[in-house]
C-alpha cells in the first residue's frame, strides 16, 4: 500500500528533473460494496461509501482501492457510488441515497465547493460523517478535509518543472479539469501568482477545460496547439488531462517541442516517458490519500476525534495524523516519476 516517498521538498532539485502531471475520474457505476449498515451517527456503525467525483478513472479507482483496504482492515463495510459524469451536482443523488441507508461515514470528492452542501448537511443532521478528500466543499459542509498536498507546493513545482523545460521563457497553456473543481481552480490561482512573480518571461496565454473528459481534454490539446503556434507547454493539473494531452502529443510533429506537464498516474504515463514524451511528472499516491480518509472517517464514526485543530488519529500504515486548521489533514508531499523510477510504481 505505501511506498517509500520521493518527496519534493526542494523545488529547485525537482525543477532539473524536468516535467509534471494531475488529477481525473470517470465510470458508470453501481455500489462496489452494501452500503448498509446501522443507523447514521453509531460509533459502531463503520459502513463506509466513498463518492469520487465519477466513477471509472485510474486515479479514482486507485483511491477506492485504499479505502476498502482501511475499512476491511477495522472490520466495516466498504462501498463506492458515484456519477459517470463529473458536473457540480451529479453527486446530490448518491448522497441522499447514503443518508437514506444510514450509512456511518461518506468520503467525497467534490465537483463543487457548494452545489453539494446542502445534501451533505443533511447527511450530518442524520448522524453521518462526511470527510472529502481530493477536492474540497465549503469547511461548513463537512468534517474534515483530506488534502493530498499542500496546495502552494503543488502550483510551485507544476511551474517550475515546465519553466525549466522551456528554458525559463515562452508561451504556455494550462489544461485544468472542470471550471467548477475547486482544487484545480485553487492551484491555478497560485500558479498565475508564482509565474508572476518568479517567472516574468513566461506568459500564461489561455487555460481551457477538459472536464475530465479524455476526448474532450485530447481536443482542447489540439485546439491549444492550432490557436497559440508559438506555444511552448502545457501544465496539466488532472490525471485525465495530463495523459491525453501527451497521447496527442505524442503522434504528432509537437513531439520534442511542446513540452508536458502537471500531475498523473504513473501507469497512464508510463508510455509517454519511454517514448520521450513526458520527462517527469509528480503526484501524491491516491491509494495512500484514500486509505488515510478512510481511518479520518473512522476516527470520526468511533468518537476518536471531533475534527477540531490538534486531533489526533492513527491511520493504520500510515501512522498518526494531526488535524490542522479548517480541518484539514494533510497526507505529505508530492512524489516525482521519471524514467529512473516509473517502473516502480503501479497505480
Not at 488535524?323 to 484539514?328: E, L, M, Y
Amino acid at each position: 500500500m505505501k511506498f517509500a516517498r520521493k518527496r519534493v521538498t526542494a523545488f529547485a532539485a525537482v525543477a532539473m528533473a524536468a516535467a509534471l502531471v494531475l488529477t481525473g475520474c470517470a465510470d458508470t457505476g453501481s455500489s462496489s460494496g452494501s452500503g448498509g449498515g446501522s443507523e447514521g451517527g453509531s460509533s459502531d456503525n463503520l459502513s463506509i461509501t466513498f463518492l469520487p467525483k465519477n466513477l471509472g478513472n485510474p486515479y479514482f479507482d486507485t483511491s477506492s482501492k485504499g479505502g476498502e483496504a482501511a475499512v476491511e482492515a477495522l472490520g466495516g463495510t466498504f462501498a463506492e457510488v458515484g456519477p459517470a459524469e463529473a458536473t457540480p451536482d451529479a453527486q446530490v443523488s448518491y448522497i441522499n441515497t447514503a443518508t437514506q441507508q444510514g450509512v456511518g461515514g461518506l468520503v467525497v470528492s467534490a465537483n463543487d465547493p457548494k452545489a453539494i452542501c446542502d445534501a451533505l448537511n443533511e447527511a450530518r443532521d442524520a448522524g453521518v460523517k462526511v470527510v472529502t478528500f481530493d477536492s474540497d466543499t465549503n469547511t461548513d459542509c463537512r468534517d474534515l478535509f483530506i488534502n493530498q498536498a499542500d496546495a502552494e507546493g503543488i502550483a510551485k513545482v507544476q511551474v517550475d518543472l515546465i519553466a525549466e523545460q522551456i528554458g525559463g521563457s515562452g508561451e504556455i497553456a494550462i489544461l485544468s479539469a472542470s471550471a467548477n473543481a475547486t482544487n484545480q481552480n485553487a492551484w491555478i490561482e497560485l500558479m498565475e501568482e508564482y509565474l508572476a512573480s518568479e517567472y516574468p518571461d513566461i506568459t500564461l496565454v489561455e487555460t481551457v477545460y477538459g472536464d475530465d473528459d479524455d476526448q474532450t481534454s485530447f481536443d482542447k490539446t489540439a485546439a491549444l496547439l492550432q490557436t497559440h503556434p508559438n506555444l511552448k507547454g502545457i501544465i496539466s493539473p488532472t490525471t485525465v488531462g495530463i495523459a491525453a494531452a501527451a497521447r496527442y502529443v505524442s503522434t504528432s510533429d509537437y513531439k520534442g517541442k511542446v513540452f508536458i506537464t502537471g500531475l498523473g498516474t504513473p501507469n497512464q504515463m508510463r508510455e509517454y516517458v519511454e517514448d520521450g514524451t513526458v520527462t517527469a511528472f509528480a503526484l501524491w499516491n491516491p491509494e495512500d490519500l484514500g486509505y488515510l480518509a478512510a481511518y479520518a472517517a473512522a476516527a470520526l464514526i468511533q468518537g476518536d476525534i471531533t475534527g477540531e485543530e490538534g486531533d489526533t488519529f492513527e491511520a493504520g500504515d500510515l501512522g498518526e495524523y494531526t488535524v490542522g486548521a479548517d480541518g484539514v489533514v494533510l497526507l505529505g508531499d508530492p512524489f516525482v516519476f521519471d524514467a529512473d523510477n516509473i517502473g516502480d510504481f503501479d497505480f
